[in-house]
């Protein structure tokens, strides 16, 4: 161990040796490499972060480590392929412009001043290492002004009287810190609050500050005048609340759309009062459609008092396929392709509705014994554009909530029996703020077993009663929902963002309340109906992620999923779908589908195509994002998780904690993300106890790894 210890620092000093001698040597005579930025606040910064002032550093420093250390194995005197692919590939080192620290101290100081921490004090200090330039720049903070009482100077009339009414609201108060950001965010506050009460041309440009800070008492003049800063005074009118007048709707003539859904969606009228809020809340309700590639509202000043209204909407792509692929492979010769494609028209009967007919597969290929277990799906949705059983005038916020019917046919064949599965669904979608919802009221599956081999059944009720309760012909009939809250509700978040998703299902509780209302002819099973058993469960299913962006090409996402579920009354066990698998390509990347768990429990044999599965799931995700070069980017992940039947929960089961990690390569076209991962093993509790660490040299052998090919993120 002591040798391998020694052998790891050797490479690791050598590494870092030759790292540090060529990262450099690309540059020229005289020239020397940018190393690091550093802000250094002396005294109380008094709530000052570097990160507040650091960007304002005009020549900023390069972070690519790895892309940079390729650059530098080019030849500068070399033009030939191999030295263009190392530039092009890498990262260049910056060259350390000395010219720019004056800017970048006038540049900090400005951004102090505009804080509120006036006439500070910046400096820049240079340390050269050989070749490496390191920037100190000493920050100084000013002193800051409290106010300590303000005057205000208003437009006289209904104007005062409404500002009046807003005062507790405003961002300026005695007491505040005195600093020009404040300022311009309580103007743009302000302005807001009456552009949505009908002061259609009210501005931040109207608003004036003037600050005294000579005499005994800092005083602060809050003036709002009628006429903004980029005019004469002579442009001075009275301000006025505007009234909407004519409203006008328009669409492209090649998007066929009913007259009269436009106007039930549309909530500006003739005769409204003004408000900048309610036009960004139409502007939402008619993009939600979803079917208009743009939308535009233009308010039209008639006269002094009155806006026309013109809603422009314009064509759309309204037809379209898509298209998802997973495939994953592992050593042991199992291999599985998971391919779904859909066809989708966004205005079936031209009024935004969706109808989406798909069409999905799963294939499982066991090379070592020639298995296969097969699956295929067909499925149709049909969306409105309206909750049914309420009129278009209730619903009065941004977006309109819509009315889903689903239904769905799959096809499981495997070596063990054959399973057929219809399925039914009406509920409601919609979006909230930040929070989007699924609510299924009425949701109902039948499923079919079929060919089910004797020695299956036999091997099922000899090792696990609960799994043999799962295969037997029932409907499965209740509710379902799902809540999805995220911080950043746009569809390709740029930025930081979290977000929390839960499922919920309940069954077997309306068709227990509708036996006893009809209870059925005399001597009938209670417990079924049209002559099937029904199942009697409830699950429930949450995840909690955060995904944070250091820049714009580098991320470290994390999630914590987790879920239980549990039959009551005569059901033994959750049907077969309702079971809990970890494994795939997007969890628990060492391990292919359903090939975990639950517990430490070894594969079972039941299954010629393995399919593992748990009572409760739980699994910790954390996979740092980095974009390597063109449109390729890279990631390194680690997970923990497993499943677990509830009766090995009362067991020491911390030792039954799986654990992976792996790398991946990303092929980022914007439109589409393919996605390549390797999930290599740390931890397998299926292992006999002394074993159950994988080491590196089993990698690469049987069931020590697994490939994955995937669309999209896998969280």
């Given at each position: 161990?002591?040798?391998?210890?020694?052998?790891?620092?050797?490479?690791?000093?050598?590494?870092?040796?030759?790292?540090?001698?060529?990262?450099?040597?690309?540059?020229?005579?005289?020239?020397?490499?940018?190393?690091?930025?550093?802000?250094?606040?002396?005294?109380?910064?008094?709530?000052?972060?570097?990160?507040?002032?650091?960007?304002?550093?005009?020549?900023?420093?390069?972070?690519?480590?790895?892309?940079?250390?390729?650059?530098?194995?080019?030849?500068?005197?070399?033009?030939?392929?191999?030295?263009?692919?190392?530039?092009?590939?890498?990262?260049?080192?910056?060259?350390?412009?000395?010219?720019?620290?004056?800017?970048?101290?006038?540049?900090?100081?400005?951004?102090?001043?505009?804080?509120?921490?006036?006439?500070?004090q910046v400096t820049a200090k240079v340390d050269t290492v050989k070749k490496n330039v390191k920037v100190t720049y000493i920050v100084t903070p000013g002193a800051r002004c409290r106010i300590d009482s303000i005057a205000y100077k208003l437009p006289?009339?209904?104007?005062?009287?409404?500002?009046?009414?807003?005062?507790?609201?405003?961002?300026?108060?005695?007491?505040?810190?005195?600093?020009?950001?404040?300022?311009?965010?309580?103007?743009?506050?302000?302005?807001?609050?009456?552009?949505?009460?009908?002061?259609?041309?009210?501005?931040?440009?109207?608003?004036?500050?003037?600050?005294?800070?000579?005499?005994?008492?800092?005083?602060?003049?809050?003036?709002?005048?009628?006429?903004?800063?980029?005019?004469?005074?002579?442009?001075?009118?009275?301000?006025?609340?505007?009234?909407?007048?004519?409203?006008?709707?328009?669409?492209?003539?090649?998007?066929?759309?009913?007259?009269?859904?436009?106007?039930?969606?549309?909530?500006?009228?003739?005769?409204?009062?003004?408000?900048?809020?309610?036009?960004?809340?139409?502007?939402?309700?008619?993009?939600?459609?979803?079917?208009?590639?743009?939308?535009?509202?233009?308010?039209?000043?008639?006269?002094?008092?009155t806006v026309d209204c013109h809603i422009t909407l314009g064509q759309g792509r309204l037809k379209g396929i898509k298209a998802n692929l997973e495939a994953s492979s592992s050593a042991n010769g199992l291999l599985s392709i998971s391919p779904a494609?859909?066809?989708?028209?966004?205005?079936?009967?031209?009024?935004?509705?969706?109808?989406?007919?798909?069409?999905?597969?799963?294939?499982?290929?066991?090379?070592?014994?020639?298995?296969?277990?097969?699956?295929?799906?067909?499925?149709?949705?049909?969306?409105?554009?309206?909750?049914?059983?309420?009129?278009?005038?209730?619903?009065?916020?941004?977006?309109?909530?819509?009315?889903?019917?689903?239904?769905?046919?799959?096809?499981?064949?495997?070596?063990?029996?054959?399973?057929?599965?219809?399925?039914?669904?009406?509920?409601?979608?919609?979006?909230?703020?930040?929070?989007?919802?699924?609510?299924?009221?009425?949701?109902?599956?039948?499923?079919?077993?079929?060919?089910?081999?004797?020695?299956?059944?036999?091997?099922?009720?000899?090792?696990?009663?609960?799994?043999?309760?799962?295969?037997?012909?029932?409907?499965?009939?209740?509710?379902?929902?799902?809540?999805?809250?995220?911080?950043?509700?746009?569809?390709?978040?740029?930025?930081?963002?979290?977000?929390?998703?839960?499922?919920?299902?309940?069954?077997?509780?309306?068709?227990?309340?509708?036996?006893?209302?009809?209870?059925?002819?005399?001597?009938?099973?209670?417990?079924?109906?049209?002559?099937?058993?029904?199942?009697?469960?409830?699950?429930?299913?949450?995840?909690?992620?955060?995904?944070?962006?250091?820049?714009?090409?580098?991320?470290?996402?994390?999630?914590?999923?987790?879920?239980?579920?549990?039959?009551?009354?005569?059901?033994?066990?959750?049907?077969?779908?309702?079971?809990?698998?970890?494994?795939?390509?997007?969890?628990?990347?060492?391990?292919?589908?359903?090939?975990?768990?639950?517990?430490?429990?070894?594969?079972?044999?039941?299954?010629?195509?393995?399919?593992?599965?748990?009572?409760?799931?739980?699994?910790?995700?954390?996979?740092?994002?980095?974009?390597?070069?063109?449109?390729?980017?890279?990631?390194?992940?680690?997970?923990?998780?497993?499943?677990?039947?509830?009766?090995?929960?009362?067991?020491?089961?911390?030792?039954?904690?799986?654990?992976?990690?792996?790398?991946?390569?990303?092929?980022?076209?914007?439109?589409?993300?393919?996605?390549?991962?390797?999930?290599?093993?740390?931890?397998?509790?299926?292992?006999?106890?002394?074993?159950?660490?994988?080491?590196?040299?089993?990698?690469?052998?049987?069931?020590?790894?697994?490939?994955?090919?995937?669309?999209?993120?896998?969280?």
């Amino acid at each position: 161990m002591r040798q391998k210890l020694t052998y790891l620092a050797i490479a690791t000093a050598a590494f870092c040796s030759l790292y540090s001698c060529s990262n450099t040597r690309v540059l020229s005579e005289g020239q020397y490499r940018l190393a690091s930025n550093k802000v250094s606040f002396n005294g109380d910064p008094a709530g000052l972060k570097s990160s507040d002032v650091s960007s304002y550093i005009k020549q900023q420093t390069s972070n690519a480590f790895l892309f940079g250390w390729i650059y530098n194995w080019s030849d500068p005197a070399k033009d030939d392929w191999l030295n263009r692919s190392l530039r092009k590939i890498g990262t260049a080192p910056v060259v350390f412009n000395g010219h720019l620290l004056g800017s970048s101290c006038e540049n900090i100081s400005r951004h102090l001043d505009y804080l509120g921490y006036y006439n500070s004090q910046v400096t820049a200090k240079v340390d050269t290492v050989k070749k490496n330039v390191k920037v100190t720049y000493i920050v100084t903070p000013g002193a800051r002004c409290r106010i300590d009482s303000i005057a205000y100077k208003l437009p006289k009339g209904e104007f005062s009287d409404e500002f009046k009414a807003d005062l507790g609201n405003t961002l300026i108060k005695e007491g505040s810190w005195l600093s020009e950001k404040e300022l311009e965010q309580e103007s743009a506050r302000s302005s807001s609050y009456f552009r949505n009460i009908g002061y259609y041309d009210v501005s931040k440009f109207n608003y004036f500050f003037e600050a005294d800070t000579l005499g005994p008492r800092n005083i602060l003049t809050y003036e709002i005048r009628n006429y903004t800063r980029n005019e004469p005074e002579i442009n001075a009118d009275r301000l006025r609340k505007y009234h909407v007048g004519k409203v006008l709707i328009s669409h492209a003539a090649n998007v066929p759309f009913r007259e009269k859904l436009l106007k039930n969606i549309n909530t500006i009228h003739p005769g409204d009062l003004y408000s900048e809020k309610q036009t960004n809340v139409n502007y939402s309700r008619y993009a939600s459609l979803q079917v208009f590639n743009n939308v535009g509202i233009e308010m039209t000043p008639v006269d002094s008092s009155t806006v026309d209204c013109h809603i422009t909407l314009g064509q759309g792509r309204l037809k379209g396929i898509k298209a998802n692929l997973e495939a994953s492979s592992s050593a042991n010769g199992l291999l599985s392709i998971s391919p779904a494609i859909s066809f989708y028209n966004k205005n079936i009967f031209h009024g935004g509705e969706w109808l989406s007919v798909g069409f999905t597969g799963n294939f499982q290929h066991q090379f070592s014994n020639k298995m296969q277990a097969n699956e295929f799906g067909v499925n149709a949705s049909l969306s409105l554009p309206r909750f049914l059983g309420l009129p278009y005038s209730v619903i009065k916020g941004p977006n309109i909530p819509r009315t889903v019917f689903q239904s769905s046919f799959n096809y499981q064949n495997r070596p063990e029996f054959k399973r057929y599965i219809a399925n039914a669904s009406f509920g409601y979608t919609g979006i909230r703020g930040k929070l989007s919802y699924q609510v299924y009221p009425l949701r109902a599956s039948v499923v079919k077993v079929d060919n089910m081999s004797d020695e299956f059944l036999l091997a099922m009720i000899a090792k696990s009663l609960t799994l043999y309760d799962s295969f037997y012909d029932h409907i499965d009939a209740g509710l379902s929902s799902q809540l999805y809250w995220r911080t950043d509700p746009s569809v390709v978040p740029k930025g930081s963002y979290n977000y929390c998703r839960i499922n919920f299902d309940i069954a077997g509780n309306a068709l227990a309340l509708a036996r006893k209302i009809f209870p059925g002819e005399e001597g009938s099973d209670p417990n079924s109906i049209f002559g099937l058993a029904y199942a009697k469960y409830v699950r429930l299913e949450a995840s909690v992620g955060q995904t944070v962006r250091f820049s714009p090409g580098s991320a470290l996402a994390f999630r914590i999923t987790g879920g239980a579920g549990y039959s009551y009354e005569d059901s033994i066990g959750l049907p077969f779908d309702k079971y809990f698998s970890v494994g795939g390509a997007s969890s628990m990347r060492g391990w292919q589908v359903r090939t975990l768990g639950p517990g430490n429990s070894p594969m079972m044999d039941l299954f010629s195509i393995p399919s593992q599965l748990g009572d409760s799931k739980l699994e910790i995700d954390l996979e740092y994002r980095q974009k390597l070069f063109w449109k390729f980017e890279g990631a390194v992940f680690a997970e923990a998780g497993n499943i677990w039947d509830f009766v090995d929960l009362f067991e020491p089961w911390i030792n039954t904690v799986a654990l992976d990690w792996g790398i991946g390569l990303r092929l980022n076209l914007d439109f589409i993300l393919l996605r390549l991962d390797w999930g290599l093993r740390l931890h397998d509790p299926a292992r006999s106890a002394g074993s159950r660490w994988v080491s590196p040299a089993e990698w690469v052998g049987k069931n020590g790894s697994a490939l994955h090919f995937g669309v999209g993120y896998p969280f």
